[in-house]
Structure formats: C-alpha cells, structure tokens
C-alpha cells in the first residue's frame, strides 16, 4: 500500500479501458440527464453534436469507476473535490476511454497529522487519443506516520 509519503509530483500513470454502448448513454440520461441528444438518437442529429452523445456527467462517473478500478494501491481515505472539470469532446456509442494522470500538488493536513492532500490532473482520453475530459482531483490519503521515507518507493 502507498501512503502520502509515497507519492512525488509529476508521478504519472496510464490505465483504463471502458466501452460505451448506445444502451448505457440512454439508460444513465433516462436516469439523470434527460437531454435530446443524449436520449434520442433522431433528436440528436439535429442538434450541435450531429448525433447521440453521452452526457459529461457520465463521462466524469466512468472516469471515477476507473481511478476506483484501477487505482488500488493507494491509500485513499476519500475525495475533497475536483476543480476545473472541463469536457472537451462528447463520448459517443462504441468509444472507449482510457485515463491518464499526473500528480500535480501534495500537502499535508494543517488538521489532522493522519492524512494529506494529493492532486491529481486527470485526463480521459479515446483510442485514437483525443480528450474527452480533464479536471484537477483532490484525494485525502492516508499518511504513514513514523515511515521512514529512505526507504520507501518513490512512485504511485
């Protein structure tokens, strides 16, 4: 398991593979985003996408199912939130993305000497690597206290 200690800034990583179906985009916009062009897909072409998109709000929550998935070493404790989430292309039915992360800020708490902060600035891209969504995720992670830091790996 890394702790806080563990984790350097500019650590990166590359991992992931989620498929999205027709089925799926409709079934979540049924549920929580009920928009023409994620619903329908006549609608769809019609709109500014010229076809049936996912919301970003599904394209956020695959990128979470992702980092849960695939981020298993790490001891986090939970989120703090995410700033400057932007989506900059629509996922599409048959798409498949993949993350890409990089550490970019670490702070210990000023309040609790078991834990710190990490931010990661994280990507979702498709195959042929186009970006589909990026924000900065802040993780609380659990510190080690008494670990000696010569010793431990220096990379998540």
């Given at each position: 398991?890394?702790?806080?200690?563990?984790?350097?800034?500019?650590?990166?990583?590359?991992?992931?593979?989620?498929?999205?179906?027709?089925?799926?985009?409709?079934?979540?916009?049924?549920?929580?985003?009920?928009?023409?062009?994620?619903?329908d897909e006549e609608a769809a072409e019609g709109s500014m996408f010229g076809g049936l998109v996912a919301?970003?709000?599904?394209?956020?929550?695959?990128?979470?199912?992702?980092?849960?998935?695939?981020?298993?070493?790490?001891?986090?404790?939970?989120?703090?939130?995410?700033?400057?989430l932007r989506w900059h292309t629509p996922l599409r039915p048959g798409?498949?993305?993949?993350?890409?992360?990089?550490?970019?800020?670490?702070?210990?708490?000023?309040?609790?000497?078991?834990?710190?902060?990490?931010?990661?600035?994280?990507?979702?891209?498709?195959?042929?690597?186009?970006?589909?969504?990026?924000?900065?995720?802040?993780?609380?992670?659990?510190?080690?206290?008494?670990?000696?830091?010569?010793?431990?790996?220096?990379?998540?």
């Amino acid at each position: 398991m890394r702790f806080y200690e563990d984790i350097t800034v500019g650590d990166r990583r590359e991992f992931g593979e989620f498929r999205i179906t027709k089925d799926e985009i409709i079934e979540f916009a049924r549920k929580y985003d009920p928009q023409p062009f994620h619903l329908d897909e006549e609608a769809a072409e019609g709109s500014m996408f010229g076809g049936l998109v996912a919301s970003g709000w599904q394209t956020a929550a695959i990128c979470m199912r992702l980092t849960v998935e695939n981020i298993t070493d790490v001891a986090t404790l939970g989120g703090l939130g995410v700033d400057n989430l932007r989506w900059h292309t629509p996922l599409r039915p048959g798409d498949t993305v993949h993350l890409r992360t990089e550490v970019l800020d670490k702070r210990p708490s000023e309040s609790r000497d078991d834990r710190g902060y990490v931010t990661r600035q994280v990507e979702g891209v498709t195959d042929d690597g186009t970006r589909v969504i990026s924000y900065e995720g802040i993780e609380i992670v659990r510190r080690d206290i008494g670990a000696d830091s010569e010793t431990r790996p220096n990379s998540v």
